[in-house]
């Protein structure tokens, strides 16, 4: 008889997934008394300090002699590649709905990547203990959502407790097992996941789909062929625990002693060496698990290190990172002033955020991000001019009529070398109470969103659907939208098409210098109100120097925008005591000197803090 119960818990942010899985470990009797603490599933320190979760987390939990195995999972749209792995690696979903806020966009959105695995849902409605809980309206919603029976949909707190064990039970009772096709069946093992752990090294997160793995055997991975030996395999509890063995059906991981972090990749699949089998015969005997689908990073920016002598540790701490962010996509760059670096691709501006975060405290690096911006399709002027010149574009020689994607603003080619530009576009769903339809219209058509069309979701809850640039999420687009909606109104977005734009290069020079790393691409239309913006947070961001500071917003060299730091007054003389009129006077008149010294020396003498540069994209 099989055992084992695979599933996920999937919700909107907030909705009190991590909450509950607390509930559930306590039940289970997973995790001691003592050790247990609020979201103790949320392990990072920035997932409990920010309060949300960013990173998946399987555990095992034993209930009633079955086996459990639970991924708790991120409900932030920037994290949605953390779910879908999830999803692919589990039987059932169940599905958390806050009953004090109802469906909300990443409930929709991750209800529906559930389906697409044929995965079976639970419907659960939480925080019934709120006295704003209204059960009866989030239940209609969820019988219209999922054409389900009343009777299927279990009311449950993660703070009492209540409906927990219901819950756990209808796991057992509804999700189905995982499948066994063969006794004898050649190792095929999932990578959902996988981390570097300072002892053990690469650690892979997989789930058996068919056969065995024991401590010591021989593994191959079947996409990047590489081998090693499994130094260890075990479960989470939801530290990892050593079983020596894992076998079909369970979740677990494998300590893979790869010496390149970059041979372990998530969607690969794990196999097993079986006698005299080569790598080449089991590729072909052994059929890889589907993987996943690539993610598509929706935002870029250059990560620098501040330290010029610590870009080797900067790259082999991205590439340890990538392990734990599948999502991350990076390359090497080379700026002129900030020297060498990586361009990476983010999913959203929070993804970025928590990545140099993580940067910043796993890995102790001082870093320099530049501007995030989307990336743009330039189509090159197709004359003959341009045609053999020896230009370059992004660093390839153009030829004619290639279509070249810019991630840096850097790489945008002169104006008068491009024929058109064109940005990418996302579909975008709003859900919002009926009242603020309004409000919340008009903030998207002012982001130049176009309206598609409205469905109800009951009497009081509309979903308005939009495509919109996906610029204008980089902004501070989501709290806008919260607050013209008192905080009702959700979000879900997706990439559909690059389309024309007219936007143009601003420069934004400190001291007459051009920074670089703040450098952006904007609407030719709005270059003169943004320009003003930036230099205006500059101004406030930018600590004062011992002389004045110039700040210049410019579009192909002619400034739009200007502003200026006052200098600090040290007062020099502070140190002297009594009337020594001649020795101040001299004192101030060595100042004056230094002053002009720094003015001069030009590059350099203004010290950027390395985190304005994403402040001053939110404002
Ligand atoms: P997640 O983002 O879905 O993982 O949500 P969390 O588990 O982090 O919970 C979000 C917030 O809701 C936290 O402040 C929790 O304390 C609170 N919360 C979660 N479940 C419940 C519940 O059943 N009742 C009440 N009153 N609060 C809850
Ligand atoms: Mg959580």
Not at 198 to 209: N, Q, S, W
Not at 243 to 265: H, P
Not at 339 to 348: A, E, N, V
Not at 573 to 592: F, H, I, P
């Amino acid at each position: 008889m099989n055992k084992i119960r695979n599933f996920c818990i999937i919700a909107h942010i907030d909705h009190g997934k991590s909450t509950l899985a607390d509930r559930m470990l306590e039940i289970t009797g997973t995790i001691e008394k003592r050790k247990m603490k609020d979201q103790v599933l949320d392990r990072m320190d920035l997932e409990r300090e920010r309060g949300i979760t960013i990173k998946l987390q399987p555990v095992r939990m034993d209930y009633q002699g079955y086996i459990l195995n639970l991924i708790d999972t991120p409900g932030h749209v920037d994290f949605t590649y953390e779910v879908s792995r999830s999803l692919a690696a589990v039987e059932g979903a169940v599905l958390l709905v806050d009953a004090t806020q109802g469906i909300q966009a990443q409930t929709l959105a991750n209800l529906y990547l559930a389906l697409e695995q044929n995965l079976t849902i639970i419907p659960v409605i939480n925080k019934i203990d709120l006295p704003a809980a209204n059960v009866l309206k989030t239940k209609n919603e969820i019988i219209k959502l999922l054409g389900c029976q009343a009777e299927e949909i279990i009311c449950a707190s993660g703070k009492t407790g209540q409906g927990v064990a219901e819950i756990l039970e209808a796991v057992i009772e509804r999700v189905p097992e995982p499948k066994i096709i063969t006794d004898n069946a050649p190792l095929r093992a999932l990578i959902f996941d996988s981390n570097y752990d300072e002892y053990r090294g690469v650690v892979a997160y997989v789930r058996i789909f068919d056969g065995q793995i024991k401590k010591g055997d021989k593994i191959n991975l079947l996409a990047t062929k590489a081998k090693s030996e499994a130094l260890d395999v075990g479960v989470f509890k939801p530290d990892y625990m050593s079983t020596g063995k894992l076998e079909t059906g369970e979740i677990g991981y494998i300590v893979t002693g790869f010496k390149d972090v970059s041979e372990c990749r998530v969607g690969d699949t794990v196999s097993t060496e079986r006698g005299s089998t080569s790598i080449r015969q089991l590729a072909e005997e052994v059929e890889p698990l589907r993987g996943y689908n690539q993610v598509k990073p929706m935002v870029f920016a250059g990560i620098f290190p501040r330290e010029g002598n610590e870009f080797q540790e900067l790259r082999e701490s991205i590439a340890k990172l990538k392990l734990n962010d599948a999502s991350l996509m990076y390359e090497p760059e080379h700026s002129e002033a900030l020297g060498l670096g990586f361009r990476c691709g983010f999913l959203g501006l929070l993804h970025l955020e928590i990545f140099q975060e993580r940067l910043k405290r796993e890995y102790n690096l001082d870093l320099i991000v530049t501007i995030p911006s989307v990336a743009y399709m330039v189509h090159p002027v197709k004359s003959r001019h341009v045609v053999g010149s020896r230009s370059e574009f992004n660093g390839v020689n153009k030829k004619n009529g290639d279509n070249l994607i810019i991630r840096s603003p850097q790489k945008l080619p002169d104006p008068n070398e491009i024929e058109k530009i064109e940005e990418p576009w996302v579909s975008l769903d709003i859900i919002t109470p009926k009242d603020f339809i309004g409000a919340v219209m008009n903030l998207v058509q002012d982001k130049r969103g176009i309206y598609k069309n409205t469905e109800y979701i009951d009497e009081t809850r509309v979903i308005l659907h939009y495509q919109l640039p996906m610029a204008a999420i980089l902004t501070d687009f989501y709290d806008k939208i919260k607050s013209a909606s008192s905080g009702y109104a959700s979000i879900n977005y997706e990439f559909i098409a690059y389309r024309p734009a007219d936007v143009v290069k601003m420069d934004i020079l400190v001291a007459e210098d051009a920074v670089e790393a703040l450098a952006n691409i904007v609407y030719r239309d709005e270059a003169f109100r943004r320009g003003k913006e930036i230099v205006e947070a500059l101004k406030e961001a930018l600590p004062k120097q011992m002389f004045v500071v110039k700040l210049q917003a410019s579009v192909y060299g002619k400034v739009i925008a200007a502003e200026r730091i006052a200098a600090m007054r040290k007062d020099v003389t502070a140190k002297l005591y009594g009337g020594d009129v001649s020795r101040k006077r001299k004192l101030l008149e060595k100042q004056k000197k230094g002053k002009k010294k720094m003015m001069a020396s030009g590059k350099g003498s203004v010290e950027i803090p390395g985190d304005v540069f994403v402040k001053l994209l939110k404002r």
